[in-house]
């Protein structure tokens, strides 16, 4: 086991889009990241569609969401253990890194107070104590829950990371998470203000249920279906007439609101349309609230930066520079850190901010109650 405050970790992420799990070695050393190995495990058909299911209410979910919180700490395993040969391999031994930040899989998201007895509640399907039997290593977990307890959102908690690696010292920059669901940060140049943060909307999510739903494909490959669509106005404006869009921030979602039946009921005026069409629409559905968030929030930023795997959607990449004129839209591998990497990382970098008893959310993103450290500790 690695001393406390060591600077070898890993950073496991699995987000809404449902696609796999995705892992990054990590060395902070003299202040900075470096990636020193990644790894992913794709989400095999059957275990997804569970994931999927377990978003909504079903017959015996609490004995089926332990199960796959089982299988979920068994394929994080296998992704460490990718990374732990790959650090070997570059004379870094296991007992080298310090802990393992894993987020686990968000199956329900509703941080808003249920009733004036307290706060709401976030949902990280997850085994932490398997973890690190089948590692040897510690890990740390549940980061978005004491956030939501000091009456956060829980989410995003990445703005603080992003500051740190995207963040410049004269000027605003934005930067643009497309998981399956959207978020933004906006990051001031030192001394102009607080970080900003929330989330947009839908990012991947709808475009990726539609598509498989359609292709058989579990993703818009370049958004090059979307592109042979046409844009449907009139079902853009029924997407967009949904309250979310008008909070103010803080604010988080997820699939609790942005799910298939949201979308069935949108859909049922428009049934007659190409299905091409309605993906050219939702992909439009996708980069409007964000623009709109960037000129809202970030309006005096000249770059966009884009992660996630929306920033491969070649479609919405054009759709957002087209919209953004004053920014240059641009992939976080222009600035080193490759676009499915970032949030793995971002969850190295709290899983350190745990260890270290620093805290890890901004108050001025979630809307807490004040800087609290994030996670629980689960050692090996």
Same mark, same amino acid.
């Given at each position: 086991?690695?001393?406390?405050?060591?600077?070898?970790?890993?950073?496991?992420?699995?987000?809404?889009?449902?696609?796999?799990?995705?892992?990054?070695?990590?060395?902070?050393? /003299?202040?900075?990241?470096?990636?020193?190995?990644?790894?992913?495990?794709?989400?095999?058909?059957?275990?997804?569609?569970?994931?999927?299911?377990?978003?909504?209410? /079903?017959?015996?979910?609490?004995?089926?969401?332990?199960?796959?919180?089982?299988?979920?700490?068994?394929?994080?395993?296998?992704?460490?253990?990718?990374?732990?040969?790959?650090?070997?391999?570059?004379?870094?031994?296991?007992?080298?890194?310090?802990?393992?930040?894993?987020? /686990?899989?968000?199956?329900?998201?509703?941080?808003?107070?249920?009733?004036?007895?307290?706060?709401?509640?976030?949902?990280?399907?997850?085994?932490?104590?398997?973890?690190?039997?089948?590692?040897?290593?510690?890990?740390?977990?549940?980061?978005?829950?004491?956030?939501?307890?000091?009456?956060?959102?829980?989410?995003?908690?990445?703005?603080?990371?992003?500051?740190?690696?995207?963040?410049?010292?004269?000027?605003?920059?934005?930067?643009?998470?497309?998981?399956?669901?959207?978020?933004?940060?906006?990051?001031?140049?030192?001394?102009?203000?607080?970080?900003?943060?929330?989330?947009?909307?839908?990012?991947?999510?709808?475009?990726?249920?539609?598509?498989?739903?359609?292709?058989?494909?579990?993703?818009?490959?370049?958004?090059?279906?979307?592109?042979? /669509?046409?844009?449907?106005?009139?079902?853009?404006?029924?997407?967009?007439?949904?309250?979310?869009?008008?909070?103010?921030?803080?604010?988080?979602?997820?699939?609790?609101?942005?799910?298939?039946?949201?979308?069935?009921?949108?859909?049922?005026?428009?049934?007659?349309?190409?299905?091409?069409?309605?993906?050219?629409?939702?992909?439009?559905?996708?980069?409007?609230?964000?623009?709109?968030?960037?000129?809202?929030?970030?309006?005096?930023?000249?770059?966009?930066?884009?992660?996630?795997?929306?920033?491969?959607?070649?479609?919405?990449?054009?759709?957002?520079?087209?919209?953004?004129?004053?920014?240059?839209?641009?992939?976080?591998?222009?600035?080193?850190?490759?676009?499915?990497?970032?949030?793995?990382?971002?969850?190295?970098?709290?899983?350190?901010?745990?260890?270290?008893?620093?805290?890890?959310?901004?108050?001025?993103?979630?809307?807490?109650?004040?800087?609290?450290?994030?996670?629980?500790?689960?050692?090996?």
């Amino acid at each position: 086991m690695s001393e406390l405050g060591g600077n070898i970790y890993i950073g496991l992420m699995s987000g809404t889009s449902l696609d796999g799990a995705d892992g990054v070695l990590v060395d902070f050393s /003299g202040g900075t990241l470096r990636v020193l190995a990644s790894a992913t495990e794709t989400f095999p058909d059957t275990f997804r569609a569970e994931l999927l299911a377990l978003n909504s209410s /079903g017959p015996d979910e609490l004995h089926r969401a332990a199960l796959a919180a089982n299988q979920l700490a068994a394929l994080y395993a296998r992704v460490v253990r990718s990374l732990v040969q790959q650090g070997a391999a570059q004379g870094i031994a296991a007992d080298r890194i310090t802990a393992i930040g894993a987020h /686990g899989q968000t199956v329900r998201h509703q941080p808003a107070p249920t009733s004036p007895a307290g706060p709401g509640y976030t949902l990280q399907l997850n085994n932490p104590a398997l973890l690190a039997e089948l590692t040897g290593i510690d890990v740390v977990a549940d980061f978005r829950s004491r956030d939501v307890a000091a009456g956060g959102q829980g989410a995003p908690l990445a703005p603080a990371f992003h500051q740190g690696v995207f963040g410049q010292a004269d000027t605003t920059v934005c930067v643009l998470n497309l998981g399956g669901i959207s978020n933004l940060s906006v990051l001031p140049a030192v001394g102009q203000g607080l970080v900003l943060g929330f989330d947009c909307g839908t990012g991947n999510a709808l475009m990726d249920a539609w598509c498989q739903r359609h292709t058989g494909q579990a993703f818009d490959a370049g958004g090059a279906w979307a592109a042979s /669509g046409r844009l449907l106005p009139g079902l853009l404006a029924s997407l967009l007439d949904e309250p979310y869009f008008a909070l103010p921030p803080p604010k988080s979602t997820g699939r609790d609101l942005f799910s298939l039946a949201w979308l069935d009921h949108k859909l049922s005026a428009f049934s007659a349309e190409r299905p091409e069409d309605i993906q050219n629409t939702l992909a439009e559905f996708t980069v409007s609230p964000c623009v709109a968030g960037v000129n809202s929030y970030g309006k005096d930023s000249k770059r966009l930066v884009v992660c996630g795997g929306g920033a491969f959607n070649q479609h919405v990449m054009e759709r957002l520079q087209a919209s953004l004129p004053q920014c240059r839209v641009e992939s976080s591998e222009t600035h080193g850190l490759p676009p499915l990497q970032v949030e793995a990382a971002a969850f190295a970098w709290l899983a350190r901010q745990t260890q270290l008893r620093l805290p890890g959310n901004l108050p001025s993103v979630t809307g807490a109650a004040g800087a609290r450290v994030l996670g629980a500790i689960y050692p090996a």
